[in-house]
């Protein structure tokens, strides 16, 4: 078995896996069936292990090809920026760090959570929100520096990733004005009667505060649920309702939204993870991030 590995077989074999079948790949790549055929075999060969196998008209992955499609991916996609990449270090127009933010997480909290990375003069900052299996998907394939979650990366053989507690906060309740004399009137169980708003169901924080709300006897009265919490105090601070968000966020949401601070929510805690891959060399603006982190 030859362990030397042809890209170009890799490639056609790639190509035939993402479009599926061999005549697809085929009228992609611009070549003949036979042609992409025998490019696929001869990495077989090499590999040592059948990569395909007949499914109805067309072709499956085996095993082997499962594994050998996750390494393409990887190899493909940092083809795919290698031109930046070298642009990037010729031309030192600045330190590119790709940033995942998971849609769980407190938008309000993420420039507090960059803020070291965010010493860097000649930072460029690039940042994704996706769901945030999507986001471990990309950081597995290495299209992202690191992922700021509200959780840990679940436990997966297939995922070398880890996590690395960035802290915590408690969360608090925070009024309009219009809504602070009555909402603080009997607290909590005024916020049956006020009108409430919560962060959705996306953030793991939620399950705590529907907790919460069951120990204090209180059935809130929700008039809205957004996934974004610059859009919730947005919301909140034009007289929506009333809302809790972090402790740590108490100066920006007074001072940049006019909302006031009316109680604590005893016992809820939002929590900040950064998540990488275990790279034997790891981004160092990822790694100012980690040693500013509480032990």
């Known amino acids: 078995m030859n362990q030397e590995l042809n890209y170009k077989h890799l490639y056609y074999f790639w190509v035939t896996a993402k479009e599926g079948g061999m005549s697809h790949a085929a009228a992609r790549l611009g070549m003949a069936v036979q042609t992409v055929s025998a490019q696929v075999r001869l990495l077989e060969q090499s590999l040592g292990h059948a990569l395909f196998k007949p499914a109805g008209r067309g072709l499956a992955l085996t095993e082997a090809g499962q594994a050998a499609l996750q390494v393409a991916e990887q190899i493909f996609h940092l083809g795919e920026h290698l031109h930046t990449a070298v642009r990037d270090a010729t031309s030192q127009t600045g330190v590119r760090l790709v940033v995942g933010i998971s849609d769980g997480l407190a938008k309000l909290a993420v420039r507090d959570l960059l803020a070291p990375a965010l010493a860097e003069p000649r930072l460029r900052l690039v940042c994704h929100e996706d769901d945030f299996e999507d986001l471990l998907a990309d950081l597995a394939l290495h299209r992202l520096d690191v992922v700021l979650s509200d959780r840990p990366a679940p436990a997966?053989?297939?995922?070398?990733?880890?996590?690395?507690?960035?802290?915590?906060?408690?969360?608090?309740?925070?009024?309009?004005?219009?809504?602070?004399a009555e909402v603080r009137l009997d607290f909590p169980h005024s916020l049956a009667r006020v009108?409430?708003?919560?962060?959705?169901?996306?953030?793991?924080?939620?399950?705590s505060i529907d907790q919460w709300f069951e120990q204090h006897g209180v059935l809130p009265n929700l008039v809205g649920e957004f996934e974004d919490s610059a859009l919730l105090a947005t919301f909140g601070s034009s007289g929506m309702g009333v809302f809790p968000?972090?402790?740590?966020m108490r100066e920006k949401l007074s001072q940049g939204y006019g909302l006031r601070w009316v109680a604590p929510c005893e016992g809820v805690q939002e929590h900040y993870y950064a998540?990488?891959?275990?790279?034997?060399?790891?981004?160092?603006?990822?790694?100012s991030l980690l040693k500013t982190a509480p032990a």
């Open 156 to 180: 997966n053989p297939n995922l070398k990733l880890y996590s690395h507690a960035l802290g915590s906060s408690p969360l608090g309740w925070y009024a309009p004005k219009a809504l602070l």
């Open 195 to 207: 009108p409430v708003l919560l962060p959705s169901a996306q953030a793991s924080v939620r399950l």
């Open 245 to 248: 968000a972090s402790e740590r």
């Open 275 to 287: 998540i990488g891959t275990a790279r034997k060399v790891q981004h160092p603006l990822v790694q």
